[in-house]
């Protein structure tokens, strides 16, 4: 039997949200369905297809991270993002450490969430189309030594002791074609999972990037803000953002993802 | 009643003076009535002597009127109950009561008793042998007798009379009684003197023992007692006074440092549970709220997006949308305080912060007409800090100005650095003897640190003395009883090796000195006698001063009250009513606190803008450099 289709499933306790989401979404001409409940939720993912869920992490019964450890327990492989109005960024590193594509506190505006609609629906689509091997989704491979923060950016410890900083391939290939990039000013510090990034597109969205660690800004890649096509050409080397100091380093290393790992 | 320490105390003290003094007046009493009778015994002896030298010619003479004149007179004496002399055969021949002349005397009586006792007459007798106290008639008072056996003596049976043979040893028996009415008297009278002294003195001493008790022990315990039951009710701030300079008025000092230390405690408590119940309250508070944000901020955008062409409309709406951005980040400001995070520290400069401080209110500051004087530090050195939250510290502070001064101001912004003794900041981590035993103490800490382990010898006791870990500071633990200012030894707990430096004398008392040695870092010295309070640590003393960063924000507002002083820094104390939501000050004081630093407020009440007399001065203290070592 053929499972029915539909774009974004929003799980939130909070009528508001699903109704303010599920607008936003329409505007996108997406479908949208919805429940209350994790549990609720996982009759529905058994029932259709989802490209994209959306998961409020403070729930009754089974919060947000239950939901996303049951769904990789399924081997369920939609992409989540999350989202809480208790927006600290613990959730927001805990979120991204267990497999979140992406994080969203509350309250968010129309513009914010259209562009999270976007990323998300176009990572869903990557996704799909790596799975069935189309050719023409060509990633370039993040490099062996790198560490990555979920699949958005990633990381290179250099010898001096500094710490090179990136969007991943694949967040580019999420948000691609990058009209402007607008980055922090050096002297200012970087937090984990925090944004540190912002990507504007042709189509007036503005996509976050969220910082893979914690450090002072020390340069910044001024090459790349005149050329924002260094990004989708050179990614992991003429792309880098930002050169920092890290300050937590041995404590957010732990979260982070080898992307040695990849190959296999 | 025997609850009461005080009637223990008088209880036992009268129970050892009864038995003391009983004991006492009844040996006293015995011992002078034994005088007493020795003294009679001895004047009957010599009455009985005197008695027979009397008659001794007369009996020569074989005189027998003459011997009883003799007799009779000296039985005359009051004092004398009887003076008899029998012959060998127990026959009365002289008496001083006639009736009783030619009466024969049995051998077993009392009188006769001691010398016939075996059947056989003794020749010679002790004196004590020779005297017998007893009871003539029941009704009549004791009587002492005495009896002088008359030897033959060659004159006796050499005189004309033959009256006597050369043979017999013993003549008669010459038979002294003396009544001892008197002498019983006297000695009643001084049983009666003994025992009235005695009672008489345990009174007094009951009295003495109950006043002094009363004043020195049960007044104290009652003030102590009442105190405690004080402090237990929540009279935390409940002094104790005048309880003297014994061990009493000690312990009630010490009561009450430790109940200001009690009260400082629980002060500190009080409020870091605040902080932490405030923490769950804003966590709470911001979840519920930014969902109807949500809800408010999408429903406006849709209409704005709806409403392209109404631009009145879209003005009013644009006002929502901006105020509920507002409302989003106040709220994400609640969350950063809930979340009290830690500082992120880098080298910065404080100069630079408060340009960019002030360059956020710069616009207030415009519009309220207040003017900034920057007095900065051209050698303002770098600190360990995060930017970040120091310049939100700078802003609230900036804000706080503008709104006590109001129209019309300046605001001094002064930054400087200084350097302050090591003394009484830097702690000792590290202390060995000179066998390289640890003497730190983890299990007993002063002010929070480990404390510094020493054996002490002091007038006999053994103890341990625990030293303050901050260099020169004195909240020393001494376990034992401290006479201060004896000579004490003082050694390592493990080895018993000395601390003490024989060479060395403290420059103020003169007493011993002790040396310990810390790791690397030369060697701290102090008074052992611990009469002063006199400390040595040459190794950071020639480091030189610690270097602290300074900074003042002063205003010429309308000041603090001095009963609002002490409550700035406490979480939801404001004075700005529906204005302020009271986290600033609070805030700031946790995020000086997480830099190991202090700050501080003075303030003056001025009447602005008529008298510009008041204003309210921060000033903020941040370590330079390396903090770790550092309280």
Request: charged share 25%.
């Amino acid at each position: 039997m053929m499972k029915s289709h539909c774009n974004i499933l929003i799980i939130d306790d909070e009528q508001v949200i699903i109704d303010s989401i599920s607008k936003i979404a329409s505007l996108e001409e997406l479908s949208v369905d919805s429940s209350l409940l994790g549990k609720d939720a996982f009759k529905k993912i058994s029932e259709k297809d989802f490209d994209l869920i959306i998961c409020d992490i403070m729930l009754p019964e089974m919060d947000g991270f239950q939901i996303i450890n049951e769904l990789a327990k399924r081997n369920i492989e939609t992409p989540v993002i999350m989202t809480t109005g208790y927006s600290t960024i613990e959730n927001a590193v805990k979120s991204l450490y267990l497999g979140a594509i992406d994080f969203i506190p509350k309250p968010f505006t129309i513009d914010e969430m259209i562009s999270l609609i976007h990323r998300g629906m176009r990572y869903s689509k990557l996704l799909a189309a790596k799975k069935k091997n189309v050719e023409s989704v060509l990633l370039v491979p993040c490099p062996a030594k790198y560490y990555r923060l979920g699949y958005s950016c990633w990381m290179n410890k250099e010898l001096d002791g500094s710490v090179l900083i990136g969007a991943t391939d694949f967040f580019i290939k999420t948000v691609e074609p990058v009209r402007q990039i607008e980055l922090l000013n050096h002297g200012e510090i970087l937090t984990q999972a925090s944004p540190c990034a912002k990507f504007r597109t042709d189509d007036e969205l503005a996509h976050p990037l969220y910082s893979v660690l914690s450090g002072n800004i020390i340069e910044r890649n001024e090459k790349v803000i005149e050329q924002p096509e260094l990004l989708e050409k050179d990614p992991y080397f003429d792309g880098w953002l930002y050169r920092i100091i890290p300050t937590e380093f041995d404590y957010e290393m732990k979260i982070l993802i080898p992307c040695s790992s990849d190959r296999s | 009643m025997f609850r009461k320490i005080g009637t223990k105390l008088i209880l036992v003290v009268s129970v050892t003076a009864v038995i003391i003094i009983g004991v006492f007046s009844y040996f006293n009493i015995e011992r002078q009535t034994e005088v007493l009778r020795a003294e009679v015994q001895r004047h009957a002896n010599q009455l009985s002597e005197s008695v027979k030298n009397a008659t001794r010619f007369a009996m020569l003479k074989n005189d027998r009127d003459y011997i009883q004149q003799i007799i009779d007179r000296i039985g005359k004496d009051p004092a004398i109950n009887d003076v008899k002399i029998m012959n060998k055969e127990g026959e009365i021949i002289y008496s001083s009561r006639p009736d009783n002349i030619g009466k024969m005397l049995d051998k077993q009586a009392q009188s006769c008793y001691a010398c016939h006792a075996a059947n056989r007459p003794l020749e010679k007798l002790s004196m004590k042998n020779r005297t017998r106290i007893f009871t003539a008639n029941p009704d009549s008072a004791q009587v002492l007798g005495i009896i002088n056996p008359i030897y033959n003596e060659p004159s006796c049976f050499e005189s004309d009379c033959h009256a006597h043979e050369p043979s017999a040893k013993v003549l008669g028996v010459l038979d002294v009684t003396i009544s001892l009415k008197d002498i019983e008297k006297q000695i009643q009278s001084n049983e009666i003197q003994g025992a009235v002294f005695a009672v008489v003195a345990i009174v007094a001493i009951g009295f003495i023992i109950g006043f002094f008790v009363k004043r020195y022990v049960d007044q104290p315990v009652k003030e102590l007692v009442n105190a405690t039951e004080q402090v237990a009710a929540g009279n935390i701030n409940y002094k104790i006074t005048n309880l003297g300079k014994d061990e009493l008025g000690k312990l009630g000092r010490s009561f009450n440092d430790m109940t200001k230390k009690l009260d400082e405690t629980s002060q500190q408590l009080y409020q870091s549970t605040k902080m932490a119940s405030l923490g769950q309250l804003a966590a709470g508070v911001a979840h519920e709220i930014n969902n109807p944000l949500t809800g408010v901020l999408t429903y406006s955008s849709f209409l704005l997006k709806r409403t392209k062409d109404n631009p009145q409309m879209q003005e009013d709406l644009n006002v929502i949308v901006r105020e509920t951005m507002r409302s989003r980040e106040i709220v994400k400001g609640l969350l950063d305080f809930a979340r009290q995070s830690v500082p992120k520290k880098s080298l910065c400069n404080l100069n630079e912060i408060l340009d960019r401080a002030i360059a956020v209110v710069s616009n207030q500051l415009k519009l309220n007409r207040i003017t900034i004087e920057r007095i900065n530090d051209p050698e303002l050195p770098e600190i360990t800090a995060d930017a970040n939250q120091i310049q939100q510290v700078f802003l609230n502070l900036f804000v706080n100005g503008i709104d006590a001064i109001g129209q019309d101001g300046k605001i001094t912004v002064r930054t400087s650095h200084t350097s302050l003794s090591p003394r009484g900041i830097t702690q000792i981590k590290n202390a060995v003897c000179g066998k390289t035993h640890s003497l730190i103490d983890p299990q007993h800490k002063i002010g929070g640190m480990p404390s510094i382990k020493m054996k002490i010898k002091s007038n006999g006791n053994e103890g341990f003395v625990h030293l303050d870990p901050v260099y020169g500071n004195h909240r020393h633990y001494f376990g034992i009883n401290l006479d201060k200012g004896s000579s004490n030894t003082l050694s390592c707990p493990t080895c018993d090796m000395s601390l003490i430096d024989k060479t060395a004398k403290c420059p103020e008392c003169g007493g011993p000195v002790y040396k310990i040695q810390v790791p690397n870092q030369g060697f701290i010295e102090g008074c052992a006698s611990f009469k002063d309070s006199w400390q040595r640590w040459g190794y950071v003393d020639a480091a030189g001063e610690k270097k602290f960063v300074e900074i003042d924000i002063a205003d010429n507002g309308c000041g603090i009250p001095a009963e609002n002083l002490s409550k700035i820094f406490e979480p939801f104390f404001s004075t700005k009513g529906q204005r302020g939501t009271g986290l600033g000050l609070s805030v700031i004081w946790g995020i000086i606190d997480n830099h190991n630093g202090v700050i501080s407020v003075q303030s003056e009440v001025g009447t602005p803008p008529a008298g510009k007399t008041g204003g309210t001065t921060f000033s903020i203290r941040l370590p330079q450099g390396n903090t770790k070592s550092f309280v």
